[in-house]
Structure formats: structure tokens, C-alpha cells
């Protein structure tokens, strides 16, 4: 059988879901697919290529997991052998599926699927818990990540959860609900081995190896005095590589540990596991006692969300807070329109400034055409200057105090770059009129001297409006990523369109204007 035959199973996955959103059962999607590949390679082409067509009912993805001899649609979900491959298969189904097939999983599987940072179906799945009043699946959860599903809720379901919550579980529940959204304390995790500094190896690791205490994932051992105060981190190769009757407080390099208050903005928190190149970043309290950790993985899913609201940000729009296709009408209507309105009241200044400068244009119509040109080029620098500095702030690369060396470095790189580009477009009006494409008229090196030095102007102010207004931002305490594109370019189209007419007057002055 030709190799592309044997691939199409692999291709045809894909293809299976937009098929079924046209509500063609995924039963004749497959038998159609074998039908195809009978009449292009024979029979036993068709039986090669599709052997279990039948058991592939929802994506052939898993149909190698199924038993060979299933000759009919299944009516239990398929069993995973990781956690990853059930949350793909979930965000798959229809959403009126959804329930109906998690409900199939064992518990311990469908603990590990609300957990995972990849599940877009997890509000309907925790209503459905809620409702059967499942508080083992609850139970079952990291306190963090439980926190974080409930805050998804609907109020009344929120508090029907925790009601079904134990009092242990619901206060710490409660209490990570209660951090702002973007601090440590929200991302952190309560679960954590906190030991006594007169302790000795042997007993932290008889500790840690008792039955039914939940520690949650251990990276390190947390040292206290006898107050509670945080002393050193112990990392568990030290604790397993140490004498067992060695003191604790012997193992101590002397290193003051590092450390993060509950309240400190999540990206601070990136920065310091990246730096320090942490597993987990303990979180204290006012009086230095560790209160939560927030572990690598927690770090990672942070980050993700927050890079999607920077990107939709950046674009000119709101976080969406769901997956496109999942993105209710009202709620898309309303979260691009805001932006939108804002961006074309902006952009009514530009019609203004153009009425301002009417008479020139009808003095010299040229001058109109390459209004698109000295506008788009104004915007596309601020554009690059913003999104570099974004980056910056956003990786430490840049402080605050930084803003006059960045600056001084736009400056001169802006200026490099509307020389250049106003070289370009001077060389294209000399050509255009030489060529005989167009006929500029007998001043036609003026209105290329004009272009020339109109271009080096404005993209010296568009890269330091770009540059500049991610620091304005963060000093008013709001997201630099609040600084779009569309922002920026609207910012300098306004005046743009002030220094192009303004060069124009002195460059043409007694020619043409």
C-alpha cells in the first residue's frame, strides 16, 4: 500500500471536527474515508488503512487505544494513559458532551483533568460536580488550582463548592480567592513541608515518608525556628544526601533565603524562579512565615495567560478570558468595540488636522498621496519601539530608570531609520518622474526633499511616543502592554500629519504652497 495511504488516518483527525460541526455523525465521516481510499488503492487498501474504522468514534487520535475487536460505537470514555491525552479529547467533544463523558472517567482521572492549565471546559465540569454534590473531586484537588477554577464560577455555584468543602480546605480555599488576581498569593500553593530547625535528617525524612499526609509536590524543605520564621530552604538532595542523624541546622550553607510576599505581582515571582533558576519560591507573611509556595509549573501557566492578555492587549483589544470559537457574541462585541470607538475618536483628530491644512492640499494635490506613505511609516516605528520595550519591562531587561537611556538610544537608531527611509522614497519620486511614470511637475525635487525630511521627523517622533509611553504606563501604575499598536498609531498619525504639512510649508514655501 503507498505511504500516503497509510498517513491518511493521521490527516483525516483534523479533518473530522469541522466535518462534524456540519452535523455529519463521525460514523460517516470514517466510512466515507474508507470508501475513498477502497476506490483509490482496492479493498485491501481500505482494510489496511482504516482496520477499525468503527471504534473510532470521536478522533483517531486514540482509536489505537481502543480493543481491536469493538465493532460498535463505545459507550465508555477510552482510557488514558496520561492526563494530557484526556484533556485534548475533552476540549474535542461538543460542549453538551462534555459532562457525559467525564463523568465516565475514574476519579482519580477526572481530578487530574480539572487541574490541568489546558482544560477549557472545566466551568461546566465543576457546575456538574457541584450539582452532584462530588466533594471527594473537590477534595482531590490542589488547593490553587481549586482556588482558581472556583473564581471561574458563578457566584451561587462558587458557593455551593465550597460548602461542599471540609472547614481546612474551604479557609485555605477561601483565603487564595481572596489575593488579587495577578499576586503570588493567588498562584501559590499551600501545600508545603515546613520542619523545625532542631530537627534532625533523619527525622524530616521519616516525616516526609508518613502515610496520609498530603505535602503536595516537594521540592524543598522549609526550615523554621521555633517562632515559625522561615531560616533556610533545604533542597530534598541535601536532605536525602545528609548523615540521617545530622541537625538540620548543620546543613545550612549560611545563605539568607529567597523569598516573596503574598501580595508581590506574579511576573516579580517569574523573574525570581528564572534568575535564581527555582523548582519552587517560597511566599511569607509580614513576620517572614511561609504562608505558600508557588511551585515551577504554576509559574509556567501564569506566564501563558499572561502573555495571551498582553497579546490581545497589544492587538488593541481585552483579554477574552476563553478560546475563540468559545467566545460568546455579546461578550466579543464588547470587548473589541471599546477599542475600537476609542481608536476612531483618535482618529478623528486626524480628519481635523487635515481640514486645518486644506488650503495646502488644494494648493498642491501631490502632497496628498503620500499621506498614507508618512503615516503608515510613523505608526509601524512606534509600533516596533513599544513592542521591544514591552519585552524589556516585561523580562527585567529595563527599569523604570531607564527611560533616558532608552531614549537616547531611539533617538539616534530613529534617525538613522528615516534617513534611510526618506532616501528611499526621495530615490522612488526622482525615478517615478525620470521614467516617466508620473509627472511631480517642475518642482518635483522639492516635494522629494519634503518626503525626505518629512520621514526622518516622524519616525523619530513615532519611535520615541512608542518608546516612551510603556514607561508612562507602568509609572501610573497601569499594564505597559496597555500600549497597543493601534494606540500608538493612532498617537502618531495625529501629529504625523502636523510635522509632514509643517516641513511642507517651509520646503515649498513660494513653490508650490
Not at 451561587?156 to 463548592?161: H, L, P, S, Y
Not at 505581582?265 to 509580614?286: M, Q, S
Not at 468595540?337 to 488650503?359: I, K
Not at 523619530?460 to 499598536?485: E, K, N, T, Y
Request: some cysteine.
Amino acid at each position: 500500500m503507498p505511504g500516503w495511504l497509510r498517513a491518511l488516518p493521521a490527516v483525516q483527525g483534523g479533518l473530522r471536527t469541522a466535518w462534524r460541526r456540519r452535523r455529519m455523525g463521525d460514523y460517516a465521516w470514517l466510512y466515507a474515508c474508507r470508501l475513498v481510499v477502497t476506490a483509490l488503492g482496492g479493498r485491501a487498501a481500505g482494510r489496511a488503512a482504516f482496520p477499525r474504522w468503527r471504534s473510532c468514534l470521536v478522533s483517531t487520535v486514540y482509536c489505537e487505544r481502543l480493543p481491536p475487536d469493538v465493532t460498535t460505537p463505545p459507550t465508555s470514555a477510552p482510557t488514558f494513559l496520561h492526563v494530557a491525552d484526556a484533556v485534548v479529547y475533552l476540549n474535542a467533544l461538543p460542549r453538551d458532551e462534555v459532562v457525559a463523558w467525564a463523568h465516565q472517567l475514574d476519579r482519580a482521572m477526572l481530578v487530574k483533568v480539572l487541574q490541568s492549565a489546558e482544560l477549557r471546559r472545566s466551568v461546566p465540569l465543576l457546575r456538574a460536580i457541584v450539582q452532584d454534590g462530588a466533594a471527594d473531586v473537590l477534595e482531590g484537588m490542589d488547593d490553587d488550582r481549586l482556588a482558581d477554577r472556583l473564581a471561574r464560577l458563578p457566584e451561587a455555584d462558587r458557593d455551593a463548592a465550597l460548602r461542599l468543602l471540609q472547614p481546612a480546605t474551604r479557609a485555605s480555599v477561601q483565603q487564595l480567592m481572596d489575593y488579587p488576581e495577578d499576586s503570588a498569593g493567588r498562584i501559590m500553593t499551600t501545600r508545603f513541608v515546613q520542619v523545625p530547625q532542631d530537627w534532625s535528617a533523619g527525622q524530616a525524612l521519616a516525616y516526609l515518608r508518613q502515610p496520609g499526609h498530603r505535602h503536595g509536590t516537594v521540592y524543598a524543605l522549609y526550615v523554621a525556628d521555633a517562632e515559625g520564621r522561615l531560616r533556610f530552604v533545604l533542597s530534598l538532595r541535601e536532605l536525602v544526601n545528609a548523615d540521617p542523624e545530622q541537625p538540620l541546622a548543620a546543613l545550612w550553607s549560611g545563605a539568607a533565603p529567597i523569598t516573596v510576599h503574598a501580595l508581590a505581582d506574579r511576573e516579580d515571582v517569574t523573574r525570581l524562579i528564572r534568575l535564581y533558576n527555582f523548582l519552587a519560591l517560597p511566599v511569607v507573611d509580614e513576620a517572614q512565615r511561609v504562608i505558600g509556595i508557588v511551585t515551577v509549573d504554576d509559574v509556567i501557566d501564569a506566564l501563558m495567560e499572561e502573555a495571551q492578555e498582553d497579546m490581545n492587549r497589544f492587538g488593541g483589544g481585552e483579554h477574552m478570558g476563553a478560546p475563540y470559537l468559545e467566545t460568546g457574541f455579546l461578550a466579543m462585541v464588547k470587548k473589541r468595540g471599546a477599542w475600537l470607538a476609542l481608536l476612531f475618536l483618535g482618529e478623528m483628530l486626524t480628519s481635523s488636522a487635515m481640514q486645518h491644512y486644506e488650503l495646502a492640499l488644494e494648493k498642491a494635490v501631490v502632497l496628498a498621496m503620500f499621506i498614507p506613505l508618512i503615516m503608515s511609516s510613523g505608526g509601524n516605528s512606534g509600533s516596533q519601539a513599544t513592542s521591544l520595550l514591552i519585552r524589556g519591562l516585561a523580562l527585567g531587561e529595563v527599569r523604570l530608570r531607564d527611560w533616558w537611556r532608552v531614549l537616547g538610544r531611539e533617538l539616534p537608531t530613529s534617525l538613522v531609520l528615516g534617513a534611510g527611509l526618506g532616501a528611499i522614497g526621495f530615490a522612488r519620486i526622482v525615478a517615478w518622474q525620470h521614467l516617466g511614470f508620473y509627472d511631480y511637475g517642475e518642482h518635483y525635487l522639492l516635494i522629494a526633499a519634503t518626503i525626505w525630511a518629512s520621514l526622518v521627523g516622524i519616525v523619530c517622533f513615532g519611535s520615541s511616543i512608542g518608546s516612551m509611553l510603556p514607561f508612562v504606563l507602568q509609572r501610573l501604575g497601569l499594564d505597559p502592554a496597555s500600549a497597543s499598536a493601534p494606540l500608538v498609531a493612532t498617537l502618531v498619525d495625529v501629529l504625523g500629519l502636523v510635522i509632514y504639512f509643517s516641513v511642507a510649508a517651509a520646503v515649498l514655501g513660494g513653490a508650490l504652497l
